[in-house]
């Protein structure tokens, strides 16, 4: 069984410029979510996609946006990089939604100069 | 809104001793609790989880958290502190509105000495 994967696993980028943070999901697993983790501080929730479908999104603006493909895979992209997105952005991938436990990648550390 | 704290940013511990990491959500329905540990430039992998099954969650690495209702709370212990527990942990919560994105604590940070 493969694990969440994620890459790249570090990426610097300047202000202004735009990124994308590529995740797969656990074999099985059709819901993906992405967690924004600042230095020092626990993840917060992005949004969250089932069955390529955006399901539920935190307190992020517009220019962070996702994809979810057939595969389950995903992707999360951010417009417009300002400083304070420098961040560590981990990918979860679950069964299904409800309670179900989600299971991280190792992350995309991003530094935004 | 759910919301969950951890007591401590930090926590310091012998080889050897008890390991209490302290964690109290609010939740108005029934919640999914979780304790993942995170190492040093790592993702998060997950120690246990409380699905209202059993009071007392028994975890990997010789973990156990036990869930109070009476004191929402939901405190991680080990009775024996290695050097390979030192960490960041985080306890969560499963939110609800029909999609389970998790809420975290804001991490304890767990030292152990020789």
């Known amino acids: 069984e493969t694990g969440v994967t994620q890459s790249p696993t570090h990426l610097i980028k300047t202000r202004g410029q735009q990124v994308t943070l590529r995740c797969s999901s656990q074999?099985?697993?059709?819901?993906v979510s992405w967690y924004q983790q600042a230095l020092g501080q626990g993840p917060q929730f992005i949004f969250q996609?089932?069955?390529?479908?955006?399901?539920g999104r935190g307190n992020f603006p517009p220019r962070f946006s996702g994809l979810q493909f057939p595969n389950y895979s995903s992707e999360l992209n951010v417009n417009a990089l300002e400083l304070d997105d420098s961040a560590l952005y981990l990918c979860?991938?679950?069964?299904?939604?409800?309670?179900?436990?989600?299971?991280f990648g190792p992350g995309t550390r991003l530094l935004v100069l | 809104a759910q919301s969950v704290t951890q007591l401590g940013s930090h926590v310091s511990v012998s080889e050897g001793a008890l390991v209490l990491l302290r964690c109290n959500y609010s939740?108005?329905?029934?919640?999914?609790l979780f304790w993942y540990v995170q190492y040093p430039n790592q993702g998060l992998q997950l120690l246990l989880k409380?699905?209202?099954?059993?009071?007392l969650v028994k975890g990997i690495n010789g973990f156990e958290a036990e869930f109070k209702k009476s004191e929402t709370s939901f405190h991680l212990t080990k009775p024996s502190a290695h050097m390979s527990d030192a960490a960041e942990y985080f306890c969560?919560?499963?939110?609800?509105?029909?999609?389970?994105?998790?809420?975290f604590g804001a991490g304890t940070r767990l030292a152990v000495h020789p």
């Open positions: 409380y699905t209202s099954a059993a009071t």
């Open positions: 979860a991938s679950s069964g299904d939604l409800g309670g179900e436990t989600q299971y």
């Open positions: 996609y089932y069955r390529e479908e955006e399901n």
């Open positions: 969560a919560v499963s939110g609800s509105g029909g999609y389970n994105k998790l809420i």
């Open positions: 939740s108005s329905v029934p919640p999914y």
């Open positions: 074999s099985g697993h059709n819901t």
